[in-house]
């Protein structure tokens, strides 16, 4: 019966931390921002989106889903060599509206690269 009630203790402590956390990071995440999913294949990146515009924090979930190690390489920012498999976020800001280059430098082709557009970033709060 103890070890009944001490897991139902210990198993509400960590749903509250997780709750906690989780609303501690939509408070308090840098603002305006967004997300963009980007999905490592070999052969090619592909981005949910190519262009935003009034955010000046972009968040890149990044994917391999690949075959081999990939990293994701935006605005002198870039993830670490990511494992098929593996995921990492990459939090960039963009104060200056304007065309930004990205690419893979691993395992790279043509395709691995393109332009990421920002238009009218906004100072964060």
């Known amino acids: 019966m103890r070890k009944r009630v001490a ?3 210990s198993t509400a402590i960590l749903i509250g931390a997780a709750v906690s956390a ?4 939509a408070t308090t995440g840098p603002s305006p921002y967004t997300t963009v999913t980007v999905k ?3 052969g090619k990146l592909v981005l949910n989106k190519l262009a935003v ?3 000046t924090f972009v968040d890149f979930l990044v994917t391999n889903a690949g075959k081999t190690t990939h990293n994701f390489t935006i605005g002198g920012y870039s993830t ?3 494992k098929p498999g593996q995921k990492q976020h990459l939090y960039v800001g963009f104060p200056i509206s304007g065309k930004y ?3 893979s430098t691993l395992h790279a082709t043509a395709k691995m690269a393109g ?3 920002i238009s009218e970033p906004v100072q964060p709060d």
């Open 22 to 25: 989780t609303a501690a990071l």
């Open 101 to 103: 280059k990205y690419k």
């Open 7 to 9: 897991l139902l203790v």
């Open 80 to 82: 670490h060599p990511l």
């Open 53 to 55: 515009s009034q955010v």
């Open 115 to 117: 332009v990421f557009h």
């Open 40 to 42: 490592i294949l070999e």
